[in-house]
């Protein structure tokens, strides 16, 4: 960008009057798009006293406003022969169609006047030469081909930071356009110069660029946005139902790559355009169950809910929630086993899965079993030794559990007692609790409300998911309840084929925390405190994590005041997670080659042994794959990452 400011600097130098475009140019919006305001005050509305009075209104305010200012525009050209009118003219228009009280039309108006204020923001460059032209002492104009009052584009301009006071040309005040070729020489008229005495900048290839330059004009088209930041954008388009929010998540995103460099790292880039919104949207979600809710407690458990309680912290008081809350250290590791109060035979298979392949005795070791003294049993399940693997889903596997399952109780019940100590002191006497994590067969709350039950047996609780898949309903219960943002109990198929494809480990590294997963506990001073596993490949995945968790945080920040200002409820929207399905469905190369090299291990308390989420693999010597292509597609956990890391 430096380069383009010396080139914008040295044109001012040369010339003897400097004029800018304004919108798209010094300053922009927070939409993708200009007529997304309009679907934004929509939203607004649909919360306001209008839409309770007038829903219709509400429900069609943005089809209606483009549509009428379409119509005014005609009208003014049949009436005047011009195109150039003001927003008083099209709100004109509304009234006149729908029989508004005065009032209303009042209201509507200011509000969209206000909104217009909260998204704008400047374009620093574009700043930085429009201040450089101030110094110079030159005469520096702005020209606007817009429908908005004089005076309500000056006041845009210094909620973007310009200093007034504005030497300002506008086509719906003046009748008089830079898209018809007419506004500007009427500028060069009132500066007293020729047109070749002036150079203009702006984003319009027609209006900012041709049309002035055929009247000898120097321009400088201002593209930079379309050419390379548009390119940027890892989501294109809108999402299906909710063209707000996908308007707010390109509008954020295109601000950030406008404002900073931080997206030349892909870690950040990716947090920030794909895991930022997923994140929010839910977060707002869920903050909309827990305001309907109120439990007396919210636990966050560990890992995978460290950010959801980072924005809860951050954001919950100003949305009306003020619920006391924990972060609870709790992992699979730490809960799965000693929640075997009885043997439940459905449940034992999650004790062993997994697509790492495990030897008999690495899995009864984990569970507390010295394999040595059940050789008979290992034997008769049909291994031929301990030292057998244990393929994902092994039959035999299970059949030695079940014959073990006495001697599996005596172990759940030796890891019993320090968990239930640490459940009871997060717990306390809440009856009513809510637990956030990441997802999936439930066997986190199903665990804790097994433990919880023996100690505090009224105590009702509702867990807040990404998804629940097959193997969810082993947990439920009259006082256990799943609730998921995404997918609930695999459907929608979409959702379900995109998470069980990739989804539950891409969202399992953006949302890793920054401490190894728990692998027990100790007493210090009375109280339990968690012991965490000390892996450096986890930690490496850990460091990652954190970069792309920055992205998504900085995407948060941006977003909220925006949000806050419009309504929070009103965001609640499953849209938010677009950018996310089109990652697992839909990977460029950079993305399958950067997140496919992650790895990922799925076994409680074991990160030692870690897969690639898509693996690359080695072409034949005519540049062929072997027969070894599709065993690696199966294993896979990122399928589409697969294809793309292997095309």
Known sequence: MDHLAAEYKASIDKAKAISFDVFDTLIHRIAFRPSHVFHMLSKRLQKSDIGLRFPFLANQFSE??????????????ERYGTHEITLSDIYELIQEKLGLPSEVIETLLKEELELERALVYPNQLMKSVYEYALSQKKPTVLCSDMYLPKKEIEALLVAAGYIPPFSLYVSGELKKSKHLGDLIPEVCKALGIDESDLVHFGDNAHADHDLPRRAGVKTHLFDHIEKVTEKKLRFQGMPDGDPTVGSMIQGVIRQVLIENDKTNDFWFDIGLQVFGPLLLGKFLWFANHIRQERPDKILFFARDAHLHHALYLKYGQQMGLEIPSDYAYLSRATILLPSFTEMKMDRVWHLFG??????????LTRLGINPHTVLTDIKRAGFKSHHDPVLNGDSRMFDLITRLYPELLIQAKKKRDLVERYIAQLVGDSKNIAILDIGWVGNMQGSFSRLLQLNNGGAKINGYYYG?????????????????????DCEPSRWYQAIMTGGVELLEFAQTAPHGTTLGYEVRDGLIYPVFEDNKDDQVIQGLASRTQQGAMHFIEKAMPLIERLGYYSFVSKAWAEPFYRLVMKPTREEAEHLGALTHSDIAADTSKRLQLAEKIAKGPLGAFGPGYRQA?????????????NS
Do not use: D
């Open 64 to 77: 209606l406003r483009v549509v009428s200012e379409e119509e005014a525009r005609k009208i003014y050209f």
């Open 354 to 363: 997994g697509k790492s392949t495990r030897t008999v005795s690495q899995h």
């Open 633 to 645: 597609y199966e294993a896979a956990y990122w399928k589409m990452g697969f294809k793309v890391r």
């Open 468 to 488: 629940t898949i097959e193997g969810v309903k082993v947990n439920y219960g009259p006082k256990n309840h799943f609730h998921a943002y995404l997918v609930n």
